[in-house]
């Protein structure tokens, strides 16, 4: 059975810290791009951040570029999300998504075949 499960969500103030992980079973994530979307209360999921399948090219959507970093380790089987200044606007329900195969970044949801369940980041002013 393919699944993603995210994980280090949580709650924070403003200005702080976090950092999310998305283990992978039943897939390979060395043949996926992978993405971070949020989903926010009464929002669309927007797009947070991709990553090629090797990790050396990534793409972040416009209200984190700068502050989210997306990386990951193929051994592992994991993506990660760092994410640092955050902000009350930063919070949302976060999920990982993944693409099979290995060429291009997708910025869509629609472009993801996989979705984790997601996990709560709660930033506190």
């Known amino acids: 059975q393919v699944q993603l499960v995210e994980s280090g969500g949580g709650l924070v103030q403003a200005g702080g810290s976090l950092r999310l992980s998305c283990a992978a079973s039943?897939?390979?994530?060395?043949?996926?791009?992978m993405g971070w979307f949020r989903q926010a209360p009464g929002k669309e999921r927007e797009f947070v951040a991709t990553?090629?399948?090797?990790?050396?090219?990534?793409s972040y959507g416009d209200l984190v570029k700068g502050r989210f970093t997306i990386s990951r380790d193929n051994a592992k089987n994991t993506v990660y999300l760092q994410m640092n200044s955050l902000k009350p606007e930063d919070t949302a329900v976060y999920f990982c998504?993944?693409?099979?195969?290995?060429?291009?970044?997708?910025?869509?949801?629609?472009?993801?075949?996989?979705w984790g369940q997601g996990t709560q980041v709660t930033v506190s002013s």
């Open positions: 998504a993944a693409r099979p195969g290995r060429f291009g970044l997708w910025s869509n949801e629609g472009d993801y075949s996989l």
């Open positions: 039943g897939l390979t994530l060395s043949m996926a791009v």
């Open positions: 990553i090629s399948w090797r990790g050396g090219i990534t």
